[in-house]
Structure formats: C-alpha cells, structure tokens
C-alpha cells in the first residue's frame, strides 16, 4: 500500500519541483498531494505505535517512512511558498523501508 502510493507521489513531485505554482489548478493539485501525504504519514505514525507480530524477522519501518514522507511534503510546501534565503536540503530519502528485527532468535 505505501510503496505505490508513495511512487506516485514522487513521480508528481519531481514534475513540480522544476519551478513556481504558475496556475491556480497547479497551486490546488499541490495542495491536494499535501494532505494526501499528511494522510499517509499519520496512517505510517500510527502504525509504527502497532506492536510487531512475534517471531517476525523484518518488519516495515514505519518510522523511516514517515520521515521520507514529511521530507516530501517540505519540499511540496516550499515549492508553492518559496523562500529565497533558504538553500534547498540536499539530504535524500531513504527508499528503504525493511528493518531487521533485532535480538530476534
């Protein structure tokens, strides 16, 4: 569920990342990618407070996750209020969500 929704967020975001909202239904489209992203990264929050299933040796990290996710939705919210005096973050997300289980038998 999250890794294609996520691919689909991404591949709208590297579209719009390219300049300023120059439309009104630009500027809406955006907003809509921003509370889908708040939507996924409180789904991805909550489910990180889930306890894992015993035995399990990887599980998802959720945590992981929902940092990409924020960082996503940063970069969304710069675009449509840009700030000159701010260099842009070069740090890039994770894309790796499998965390081993440690101490596990």
Partial sequence: ??????IVVLGT???????HAASASERTNVEVM???LNALED?????AQ???????RFFLDYERLAGDIGRI???????LSPSRAQPRDP???AGSYI????GAP
């Avoid at 975001?13 to 300049?19: I, N, Y």
Wanted: glycine residues 10%; charged residues 20%; hydrophobic residues 30%.
């Fill in 1 to 6: 569920m999250f890794p294609a929704g996520l």
């Fill in 50 to 56: 889930v306890a894992n299933e015993p035995g399990q």
């Fill in 73 to 79: 939705r940063h970069g969304l919210e710069n675009y």
């Fill in 99 to 102: 965390k081993a289980q440690t």
């Fill in 91 to 93: 740090v890039e997300i």
């Fill in 43 to 47: 789904t991805a929050h909550r489910s």
């Fill in 34 to 36: 921003i509370r889908q």
């Fill in 13 to 19: 975001c590297t579209q719009v990342e390219t300049g």
